[in-house]
């Protein structure tokens, strides 16, 4: 069965500084992998997703994500945070049938 | 543009009530599906559908009923409400084929008493 594993619940970051937020998957074949956020009282956004090829992924607002297979992960990484940053994060894989597995989640605070 | 309509945005139950939230999109997509969030364990899948006539359950598919008549609506009903599904519920759709991103409502707020 897939699942997905983000270990860390909360994060707080200074504005300016770089950003990563980890998530690993399990999954039996080449996963579709996704990033989304949301912000308070909302649906989720994607950020970004990795089907294939390129193993770095640019996405939306400034992020990338790097797929390693030979580490089951696909981190998100952001060069400087931004306070409107400030939400919760999703990993997320999926199969060909659509059916989405989340992550727990990372809560993101960002410090004036 | 509407994307994915979900209402009511909050809503408060009695236990053993039941209740339709309802979910719409306008942009004709042939997958649908309900998600509900509890605070640390991410979105978790109750019903999905890949066209109209055409339902599956998700992991929770317990005490939920869907139902999907029209390519735009997908209902969830709550037959008999209870506590456990306290949660904020979130309808998404994608088209359909390979895998796509999903359009995700505003979600609901439950809350059952």
């Known amino acids: 069965a897939q699942s997905v594993t983000q270990p860390d619940i909360h994060i707080t970051v200074s504005e300016g500084a770089s950003l990563e937020l980890r998530c690993n998957y399990s999954?039996?074949?080449?996963?579709?992998l996704f990033w989304y956020v949301q912000s308070p009282g909302q649906g989720l956004q994607l950020l970004l997703k990795?089907?294939?090829?390129?193993?770095l992924v640019q996405g939306i607002k400034g992020f990338e994500a790097e797929f390693k297979r030979s580490q089951s992960s696909f981190n998100l990484r952001k060069p400087s945070v931004h306070w409107s940053d400030a939400a919760e994060y999703f990993c997320?894989?999926?199969?060909?049938?659509?059916?989405?597995?989340f992550g727990p989640g990372t809560r993101l605070s960002v410090l004036p | 543009n509407a994307g994915v309509t979900q209402t009511p945005k909050f809503q408060v139950l009695k236990t053993g009530q039941s209740m339709t939230l309802q979910c719409a999109q306008d942009?004709?997509?042939?997958?649908m599906s309900w998600y509900r969030q509890d605070p640390g364990m991410g979105l978790r899948l109750i019903h999905y559908?890949?066209?109209?006539?055409?339902?599956d359950q998700g992991e929770v598919p317990n005490g939920y009923n869907v139902s999907r008549s029209t390519t735009e609506d997908f209902p969830l009903r709550l037959l008999s409400a209870a506590p456990s599904q306290t949660s904020v519920y979130f309808c998404a759709s994608s088209s359909s084929g390979l895998v796509e991103k999903l359009f995700f409502g505003s979600g609901t707020q439950l809350s059952v008493l």
């Open positions: 999954y039996g074949a080449t996963p579709y």
């Open positions: 990795y089907f294939s090829g390129d193993t």
């Open positions: 559908s890949v066209g109209a006539g055409i339902t």
């Open positions: 942009m004709n997509h042939e997958y």
């Open positions: 997320a894989v999926a199969n060909y049938g659509q059916n989405f597995v």
